[in-house]
């Protein structure tokens, strides 16, 4: 059994600005992606926290994400704006974007932003939290390069192209969805890994529409794109396995279709003669400002009364308790606050690694 190292959340959010500013990335701008990767580890989204900082590395290295995030506003109006990301990190372009819909949402009711080449900004229940927090409502979704296969086929053509949204209540956190339209995503694949655990049945088929529980194999197939994905519901129509499907490409129209940006294959990463190059892809944030329609006051306490009405309902057997989005999320943040970042030993040797490639010193009581 693998061991596991907890190292403390200060600890670990030093050495991603380190790293983050080691690779050339401004330090107001390491910070922003620092805190977008620090929160998916407090909220126990492992699959996109400390576990994607080589993920990043390894793509500024390759020269298919830039450093420096030279965002350019190629149309805007009121209430709307179109956003080259230029390649540049994506948790700069993404918490820059979804100020700007928040700026125009507080003077106007609704602000929007489309994004085209965008990069993997981290998980996406980041920015409709940062709205929650000031008292919107909050939207945010993303393509992302293909994993997903359609109804009845087993080719990857969609990604797993997740959908956030956030809304403030009166209890101590806000409502927040946060989640793939596929069953699973490619990050807890890699976390299973890391581990040396199978996937469950049922998440990744092959070419020929078989299950794959090796998480290794499935990384190797889905590198290869002879390995898909489920969408929500699973294989086939009996469990709505359409309806993911359907709302992945949804998330794929709004990300594509709104910022004139790349989609489907395209976001692959590589150029026809096989080179890598920049993903390309295209995001949408949508802010609400709910006084332009109800009091604050009322709106928070609605949503508080729909959380708790449905955390009341009346237990499964065996159930101890109900929870709404949001909820285990809030109460992990605490425990880790507490605890500190669990590592296990496989991405232990990952940050001796870029700590060593970068010169990075201070850390060798902790990894």
Request: hydrophobic fraction near 40%; proline fraction near 5%.
């Amino acid at each position: 059994m693998t061991k596991t190292t907890y190292i403390p959340v200060n600890v670990v959010e030093s050495f991603m600005v380190d790293v983050f500013q080691g690779l050339g990335v401004p330090q107001e701008e390491a910070r922003i992606c620092t805190d977008v990767l620090i929160a998916s580890e407090l909220r126990g989204i492992e699959s996109h926290g400390l576990a994607r900082l080589k993920y990043y590395y390894d793509r500024i290295k390759a020269g298919v994400q830039f450093t420096r995030t030279e965002m350019e506003i190629v149309k805007e109006t009121e209430t709307t704006a179109l956003v080259d990301g230029h390649h540049g990190m994506g948790h700069v372009i993404a918490y820059r974007s979804m100020r700007m819909a928040m700026d125009k949402a507080k003077k106007y009711g609704l602000g929007a932003v489309a994004v085209r080449n965008g990069t993997h900004f981290g998980i996406a229940g980041y920015y409709p939290l940062m709205a929650a927090q000031e008292g919107m409502m909050g939207l945010t979704v993303t393509n992302a390069r293909p994993a997903i296969a359609p109804t009845f086929s087993t080719e990857p053509m969609l990604g797993t192209n997740p959908i956030a949204f956030a809304a403030p209540s009166d209890m101590d956190y806000p409502f927040c969805f946060d989640g793939a339209t596929s069953i699973t995503q490619r990050g807890k694949i890699e976390v299973l890994a890391r581990a040396e655990k199978p996937a469950p049945e049922g998440w990744v088929i092959d070419a020929e529409g078989n299950p794959i529980t090796d998480a290794d194999r499935i990384l190797e197939h889905l590198g290869a794109a002879t390995a898909a994905l489920l969408p929500l519901g699973g294989a086939g129509e009996l469990l709505a396995g359409y309806k993911g499907y359907d709302l992945a490409t949804l998330v794929e129209i709004l990300s594509a279709s709104l910022c004139g940006g790349k989609f489907l294959k395209d976001l692959l990463g590589f150029a026809e003669d096989g080179s890598r190059r920049p993903y390309m892809l295209g995001h949408f944030f949508l802010a609400i400002d709910t006084e332009h329609f109800i009091p604050l006051d009322v709106s928070r306490r609605i949503t508080g009364q729909i959380m708790r009405a449905l955390q009341g309902a009346r237990q499964a057997p065996g159930q101890e308790r109900i929870y709404v989005a949001g909820e285990k999320e809030y109460e992990m943040e605490q425990v880790r606050r507490e605890q500190g970042v669990p590592v296990n030993p496989n991405l232990l040797d990952e940050l001796r690694v870029i700590r060593d490639e970068l010169g990075i010193e201070g850390y060798e009581a902790y990894f």
